[in-house]
């Protein structure tokens, strides 16, 4: 039985504002499922949906087996919650935080100290009120909070969010602990390698429309690489060659995207007077633009490298503003629905 | 209600309870003081026609008698104010301030219903409202003892009155709740709340110094805290009853709304 199951589920704000739509997914236990988007996508509004803090206007949802409308504290007594841009009692240490948040679930904490180990948090640290913490030291303290009492499923909402990169691989470490453990993870994010490095599948969210759901390794399977070789005369001819597109040369530079069998590429290129060489696999970010290529109306060579490009570059997905222009969109924006859910 | 969440809650006001009881235990004695040392004067200023008779009677209270005095106490703006901490500002933040700090959904992550933090939280407010007005009680009491006076009221009926007042501020504190259950923003929560309470007191207290406005004073839920006729021996249970239905609405609509509200994500 999945963890996680939703079934046709939406949220509306009014007639008109749309945050979630249709939305259909299965978590299975143990594994790290990562739900991607852009900011104002629906991934928070999902993830309020699934602990009974907004109330479904379609379809359902069943965590754990239980029914997210009718059983939410029963299922929040058996998950761990990271809200994203957490806030926290500043008045109280660390420790007396942790403390009191493991008390209202009526359970010891079992994993505390291993967490606060990993993520190099001292004693001294935690007598320290929380109103003194460092961004960084919040989201760490979050992410204790979320998982020492060591639940079933955990629930995290941009987990690294100002999480120095040290830190960050000591999450992920976490989490590939967690999945040993036969713990599931439902991670909500926009940053694409955060996603790659560490989950099993991913749901890809945007405009509140579920846009695939794929193994990771499906995902990018279906990257092109990207191919850049130096020349020290004329260009290969590479017109027809199975698996090759978007061809471009200039002042002795060629580029092109690669996908599929290698090999008639490499036989098209072998006479060439090539001097170097570099042969890239794409990035999620380019997986998930060239997934997106159609519907955003980009042509899959350039347009979508370029675009992807641009994404490699903050390695976060672009917002909802930046490609909308580009769909035509029937519903209001999640960007929209986001702003009326907090009024 | 949550055990937890009580107790946290309690830590982190007990300075405040002190604070406010100590106010309010220091307030409740000085009233016998002024009763039994310018009562005299008062009362014969009044006769010689200097100041208007029905400046006499501010609320229900005045310094004629030890009741009436025990009486001005309570509805003497600074114990109003002292009170109100709790029953306007405690109760209109309980759930308001919760979540426009953003830390009501980390309170909520965990196994506890809305109702179940409500209830909690009413019982908190309850709890000091009671501490509260024991406090001016026992001060009035301490006071009137002191200067040897006690003996003019019936100390037996000094637990009733304490009941009403705690009634008072429990309506009050419940439509406190209500307002803090219904808004994401403290500001409205609490606009709702200190607007109910100084119209009301307004009314009173305008009923009770300009006799033509007097229809005004049953509007008020202060009319019906009655501690001279109390003290008296005079009990009319329409005024209890009433704040009792009050805090029973208030608790009410909380019940019924928090739990179907959306709690978006904080802005």
């Given amino acids: 039985m999945s963890n996680i199951v939703t079934d046709g589920l939406g949220k509306r704000y009014g007639r008109t504002v749309v945050a979630l739509e249709d939305l259909t997914i299965d978590v299975r236990p143990g594994e790290i499922f990562g739900f991607l988007g852009p900011n104002g996508a629906g991934k928070s509004t999902t993830i309020r949906l699934l602990l009974g803090f907004l109330h479904?206007?379609?379809?359902?949802?069943?965590?754990?087996?239980?029914?997210?409308?009718?059983?939410?504290?029963?299922?929040?007594?058996?998950?761990?919650?990271?809200?994203g841009g957490i806030a926290l009692y500043d008045s109280l240490s660390g420790e007396d935080l942790l403390d009191y948040l493991a008390d209202l679930y009526g359970r010891t904490a079992p994993s505390r100290g291993d967490l606060l180990d990993r993520f190099e948090f001292s004693e001294r640290d935690l007598r320290r009120p929380v109103r003194d913490y460092s961004r960084g030291m919040r989201q760490k303290i979050g992410i204790v909070q979320a998982l020492q009492h060591d639940p079933?499923?955990?629930?995290?909402?941009?987990?690294?969010?100002?999480?120095?990169?040290?830190?960050?691989?000591?999450?992920?470490?976490?989490?590939?602990?967690?999945?040993?453990?036969?713990?599931?993870?439902?991670?909500?994010?926009?940053?694409?390698?955060?996603?790659?490095?560490?989950?099993?599948?991913?749901?890809?969210?945007r405009q509140g429309r579920l846009a695939t759901l794929q193994d990771v390794g499906a995902l990018l399977a279906r990257r092109k690489r990207n191919v850049e070789?130096?020349?020290?005369?004329?260009?290969?001819?590479?017109?027809?060659?199975?698996?090759?597109?978007?061809?471009?040369?200039?002042?002795?530079?060629?580029?092109?995207?690669?996908?599929?069998?290698?090999?008639?590429?490499?036989?098209?290129?072998?006479?060439?007077?090539i001097t170097d060489l570099t042969i890239e696999p794409a990035h999620l970010e380019e997986a998930f633009l060239e997934f997106y290529a159609d519907e955003l109306g980009l042509t899959a060579g350039r347009d979508g490298a370029s675009r992807a490009g641009q994404v490699a570059a903050s390695s976060e997905l672009p917002a909802s503003a930046d490609t909308q222009s580009a769909t035509p969109v029937g519903a209001a924006t999640a960007s929209d629905a986001d702003q009326e859910a907090d009024r | 209600?949550?055990?937890?969440?009580?107790?946290?809650?309690?830590?982190?006001?007990?300075?405040?309870?002190?604070?406010?009881?100590?106010?309010?235990?220091?307030?409740?004695?000085?009233?016998?003081?002024?009763?039994?040392?310018?009562?005299?004067?008062?009362?014969?200023?009044?006769?010689?026609?200097?100041?208007?008779?029905?400046?006499?009677?501010?609320?229900?209270?005045?310094?004629?008698?030890?009741?009436?005095?025990?009486?001005?106490?309570?509805?003497?703006?600074?114990?109003?104010?002292l009170s109100s901490v709790f029953a306007v500002g405690f109760a209109a933040g309980a759930i308001a301030g919760e979540r426009q700090r953003g830390t009501l959904e980390v309170l909520l992550a965990r196994p506890i219903s809305r109702r179940q933090l409500h209830a909690t939280l009413l019982v908190a407010t309850l709890l000091f409202i009671a501490i509260a007005i024991?406090?001016?009680?026992?001060?009035?009491?301490?006071?009137?003892?002191?200067?040897?006076?006690?003996?003019?009221?019936?100390?037996?009926?000094?637990?009733?009155?304490?009941?009403?007042?705690?009634?008072?501020?429990?309506?009050?504190?419940?439509?406190?709740?209500?307002?803090?259950?219904?808004?994401?923003?403290?500001?409205?929560?609490?606009?709702?709340?200190?607007?109910?309470?100084?119209?009301?007191?307004?009314?009173?207290?305008?009923?009770?110094?300009w006799p033509d406005a007097s229809w005004l004073q049953p509007y008020s839920l202060f009319h019906y805290l009655r501690p001279k006729e109390l003290l008296s021996g005079t009990i009319d249970l329409f005024g209890p009853a009433l704040m009792l239905a009050v805090a029973v609405a208030g608790v009410a609509w909380a019940v019924i709304v928090f739990p179907r509200r959306d709690l978006a994500a904080p802005s």
Avoid at chain 1, 168 to 197: M, N
């Fill in chain 2, 134 to 209: 024991a406090a001016i009680l026992v001060g009035a009491a301490a006071g009137a003892a002191a200067f040897g006076v006690l003996h003019e009221i019936d100390v037996s009926r000094l637990p009733i009155l304490w009941l009403d007042g705690v009634l008072l501020y429990a309506a009050i504190a419940s439509i406190g709740l209500a307002a803090s259950a219904s808004f994401d923003r403290l500001s409205p929560a609490l606009g709702v709340t200190i607007g109910f309470t100084i119209v009301s007191y307004f009314l009173e207290i305008l009923g009770s110094l």
């Fill in chain 1, 56 to 83: 479904p206007t379609a379809g359902q949802a069943t965590v754990l087996g239980m029914d997210t409308e009718r059983e939410s504290v029963q299922i929040r007594s058996r998950v761990g919650y990271l809200p």
């Fill in chain 2, 1 to 81: 209600m949550n055990l937890v969440l009580l107790g946290h809650t309690w830590r982190s006001q007990r300075l405040k309870v002190a604070i406010v009881a100590g106010g309010l235990l220091g307030w409740g004695f000085l009233m016998p003081i002024i009763y039994s040392q310018f009562g005299v004067q008062f009362k014969q200023l009044f006769d010689s026609g200097i100041i208007p008779k029905q400046f006499a009677q501010f609320g229900e209270g005045d310094v004629f008698s030890l009741s009436g005095a025990i009486g001005l106490g309570f509805i003497h703006p600074i114990a109003i104010t």
């Fill in chain 1, 229 to 273: 070789m130096r020349l020290a005369g004329p260009a290969p001819v590479l017109d027809g060659v199975p698996g090759v597109s978007g061809v471009s040369a200039n002042d002795g530079l060629l580029t092109c995207q690669l996908e599929g069998d290698v090999r008639p590429f490499l036989r098209a290129i072998a006479s060439a007077p």
């Fill in chain 1, 152 to 205: 079933e499923l955990a629930i995290l909402d941009e987990p690294t969010e100002g999480l120095d990169p040290l830190m960050q691989r000591a999450f992920y470490g976490i989490l590939e602990d967690l999945r040993a453990r036969g713990r599931t993870i439902f991670i909500s994010s926009h940053v694409l390698s955060e996603v790659e490095r560490v989950c099993d599948r991913v749901a890809i969210i």
